[in-house]
């Protein structure tokens, strides 16, 4: 058997993470957006209301994966929308004939 180890994040992916959720999106959908397991998420939203989140010691971020980070999340958020859009529009397309 293989020893798993765990997966460490930066304070500022747990940040953002949390900025997710609180600008709005549930943290089921933040979770799969970022592929993390939705108990994680939930634990760090806790944590950053308690003012107790930290993060893994790393080497710093650069502005262009910060950018990479942000745009990835923005863009869950903008098919999570189309998807919503679809799915209406197939209903009121039904219910038209």
């Known amino acids: 058997m293989t020893k798993t180890s765990r997966a460490r994040y930066t304070l500022e992916f747990k940040q953002e993470a949390v900025r997710l959720v609180e600008g709005g999106q549930s943290i089921a959908a933040a979770a799969r957006t970022l592929r993390v397991v939705d108990q994680t998420l939930f634990n760090w939203v806790k944590a950053h209301r308690q003012g107790k989140l930290t993060g893994a010691e790393s080497k710093p971020v650069?502005?262009?994966?910060?950018?990479?980070?942000?745009?990835?999340?923005?863009?869950?958020?903008?098919k999570m929308e189309r998807d919503i859009l679809e799915k209406a529009t197939a209903y009121f397309a039904r219910g038209s004939i």
Do not use: C
Not at 62 to 78: D, G, K, P
């Open 62 to 78: 650069s502005a262009e994966q910060m950018e990479i980070s942000r745009l990835r999340a923005e863009l869950a958020r903008v």
